[in-house]
């Protein structure tokens, strides 16, 4: 797993994990768009269109801006008890032995939000990572 540090100029305080695991590119964005949902965005219907928005149980909530079956979705982030919001994308992307998940989430506030993420989405990926092993 891997972060991406810093602050960008257009994007603000982001940060980035991946997370590789044996599964085909197919068969990992379907498990993230279905049964593993709840383990990055929550307790909801994720939409697959554009312009639409979603709510979780524990009440973030967002616009999808981008869907991509197999590639990508990017949509809006933001807890209720945040002022702002943010931009969440999770994607996969083919390697040797499986496939890369990769969240990337920018328009963080500040130093603190990015640390308070990186915790956030590198104890995601451990359970997203969790959810591919054999053994379990």
């Known amino acids: 797993m891997t972060e991406t540090p810093g602050k960008t100029k257009d994007a603000g305080w982001n940060v980035g994990v991946r997370q590789t695991v044996?599964?085909?590119?197919?068969?990992?964005?379907?498990?993230?768009?279905?049964?593993?949902?709840?383990?990055?965005?929550?307790?909801?219907t994720l939409p697959r269109v554009k312009g639409e928005t979603y709510r979780t149980a524990d009440g973030v909530a967002?616009?999808?801006?981008?869907?991509?079956?197999?590639?990508?979705?990017?949509?809006?982030?933001?807890?209720?008890?945040?002022?702002?919001?943010?931009?969440?994308?999770v994607?996969?992307?083919?390697?040797?032995?499986?496939?890369?998940i990769v969240i990337h989430h920018d328009r963080l506030a500040d130093r603190e939000e990015r640390r308070m993420m990186l915790g956030h989405w590198k104890?995601?990926?451990?359970?997203?990572?969790?959810?591919?092993?054999?053994?379990r």
């Open 22 to 44: 044996p599964a085909r590119i197919d068969v990992a964005w379907q498990f993230l768009i279905g049964e593993g949902l709840p383990l990055w965005l929550g307790e909801t």
């Open 91 to 100: 994607s996969v992307k083919e390697v040797d032995g499986g496939t890369t």
């Open 123 to 135: 104890n995601v990926a451990a359970h997203l990572a969790a959810a591919f092993d054999p053994d």
């Open 62 to 89: 967002g616009e999808v801006r981008a869907y991509a079956d197999n590639a990508k979705v990017r949509l809006t982030w933001q807890p209720e008890d945040w002022p702002h919001e943010t931009t969440l994308q």
